[in-house]
């Protein structure tokens, strides 16, 4: 854990080391960090770093997202930028007395950068491209409920490794993407080069959309191909499509451009790393931060 913490520590240095002018005076005005990013974030995927509350309808869970990404360096002509990625995503339980204990989460750091171009006399209807290359590491833990009064974990049957068992990956995420007021389709590819467990493809792989509506209503899709665990075999084999559907409303009517609310439809595999082998359905309903 402590050499993939430095590594990943390492790049960040380098990259403000490569970003900021050579002196002292003229450095504290080369980083200008921002939350402003030049790739927006991406609406219906539910990887991307964000603040959202999302209740389970129909079921006593609901998802905690904590996480932003910010941009510490962007260029006089945006067109590029280098920043930071953090995110936790949590499945916390629904009980009584409005206590929510926490089932498993997730936690992810990173570098990324942005390249990003203007489009003009083209026969596409975009007029911006810009990529997104990502460098992160992502581990996952179960917190409450897994364990009895003694200590002793419960159903470990119900993993293919075992219960306890260590979920860690380090991975590079390449996002291009075409848009326009209004409108943007997206492709992405994620290479996995160390992971724990062992044995699972190392690429997945990312399409989207996001369309602006009316009254600042928009609709997006998120779709993945993401390996599936055979739990004969023990390892991946094959890919199994997993859907994010999301509609959604800014609230920009009353003055919060940044914040929205939507309803997910997710059908797939699970985003959370302790059941990474388990495809799951469900619809949520709540707010999302785009900070």
Do not use: C
């Amino acid at each position: 854990m402590n050499k993939r913490f430095s590594i990943v520590t390492a790049a960040l240095l380098a990259t403000v080391g490569i970003t900021a002018p050579a002196n002292t005076a003229k450095a504290e005005s080369g980083l200008h960090p921002t939350l402003d990013t030049l790739f927006e974030p991406l609406l219906a995927d539910p990887m991307e770093p964000r603040i959202a509350v999302m209740p389970k309808l129909g079921k006593k869970q609901l998802q905690l997202d904590i996480g932003t990404s910010a941009d510490l360096y962007q260029n006089e002509k945006k067109t590029f930028a280098a920043g930071i990625d953090f995110a936790t995503w949590s499945l916390l339980n629904r009980t009584s007395n409005f206590k929510f204990p926490v089932d498993s989460i997730d936690y992810l750091f990173g570098v990324n950068a942005t390249f990003r171009r203007q489009l003009t006399d083209t026969l596409i209807p975009f007029d911006e491209a810009a990529v997104r290359v990502r460098w992160s590491h992502i581990s996952a833990h179960f917190e409450d409920g897994h364990t009895d009064d003694a200590g002793e974990w419960l159903h470990p049957e119900e993993s293919p490794f075992g219960i306890p068992f260590t979920y860690s990956r380090e991975f590079i995420n390449v996002t291009a993407s075409l848009s326009s007021p209004g409108r943007r389709i997206y492709l992405g590819y994620q290479y996995m080069y160390h992971t724990i467990p062992d044995e699972i493809s190392a690429s997945s792989f990312q399409a989207g959309a996001e369309i602006g509506l009316p009254y600042d209503a928009y609709l997006a899709a998120d779709f993945k191909l993401l390996p599936v665990w055979q739990w004969d075999e023990g390892k991946t084999d094959g890919y199994r499509g997993t859907w994010n559907l999301q509609a959604g409303m800014r609230l920009s009517s009353i003055g919060l451009d940044n914040v929205r609310v939507a309803a997910n439809y997710f059908s797939g595999m699970s985003r959370h790393g302790m059941y990474f082998y388990k495809p799951e359905s469900y619809t949520t309903l709540g707010m999302i931060v785009d900070l």
